[in-house]
């Protein structure tokens, strides 16, 4: 139980293109979802939460209006970089927590490469 | 704000040796997890420890919270090279998880 995908688990992208992640719970709710990044060799970075029918709040330093963020059902919420550039390119992470134990599921991950 | 430091951030160690990773928080969590990271992959939850004093054991990985020293510590034991990954502690902060640097560990025969 307890399953969390990502579609794609890899893209690349033309610079000035935008490209949308999903991610999905699968075998439970989470009215709560979270979007991580994460460079090379680095931590994993928050950088916005996503809540089931409202609006996403953002960490301080993340643009809105370049991610995108999207919550429209108990299971999936979606991530789309509009405009990505190159520096864009990361593995993005998220993460679903079941509304029942609290707990959060991470997804498998996907790697954007913007060339 | 929830600061979380680990330390070392790389660990090279000996197969059949031990060794303590630590992780430091600045103010109280209700919940600490460790991760394990494998390289190009995501998240593997190992442990969560809920109240002081709790300890919890998988294999060669042993976790521990002090809630009053803030400080949560993963020991490996006997270390193999399956178990070369990257490790992070995160804790719990108004539902958001806060993470530390992560630590490489590398098992060499």
């Known amino acids: 139980g307890a399953v969390v995908s990502q579609h794609p688990s890899w893209v690349i992208c033309k610079s000035g293109t935008s490209v949308k992640i999903e991610c999905r719970s699968l075998?439970?709710?989470?009215?709560?979802m979270f979007w991580y990044r994460q460079f090379p060799k680095q931590s994993l970075m928050l950088m916005a939460t996503?809540?089931?029918?409202?609006?996403?709040?953002?960490e301080q330093g993340v643009e809105k209006d370049k991610f995108l963020i999207n919550h429209a059902s108990l299971t999936l919420s979606t991530l789309t970089v509009t405009s990505a550039h190159p520096e864009d390119s990361s593995f993005y992470i998220c993460?679903?927590?079941?509304?029942?134990?609290?707990?959060?599921?991470f997804g498998p991950g996907t790697r954007l490469t913007v060339t | 704000e929830l600061k979380v430091e680990q330390n070392p951030l790389f660990l090279s160690m000996q197969e059949g040796k031990n060794y303590t990773i630590y992780c430091n928080y600045s103010?109280?969590?209700?919940?600490l997890y460790w991760y394990r990271q494998d390289p190009g992959k995501s998240l593997e939850s190992l442990f969560v420890?809920?109240?002081?004093?709790a300890v919890k054991q998988e294999g060669r990985l042993m976790a521990s919270l002090d809630t009053k020293a803030r400080l949560s510590t993963l020991h490996i034991t006997a270390a193999v090279h399956d178990l070369s990954a990257t490790y992070f502690c995160?804790?719990?902060?108004?539902?958001?998880?806060?993470f530390g640097q992560g630590t490489e560990l590398s098992v060499k025969p």
């Open positions: 103010t109280t969590s209700d919940r």
């Open positions: 993460s679903a927590r079941d509304r029942a134990t609290y707990e959060q599921y």
């Open positions: 996503s809540n089931e029918g409202s609006k996403a709040t953002y």
């Open positions: 075998d439970f709710q989470a009215t709560t």
């Open positions: 995160a804790l719990n902060q108004g539902g958001k998880l806060i």
């Open positions: 420890l809920l109240s002081n004093g």
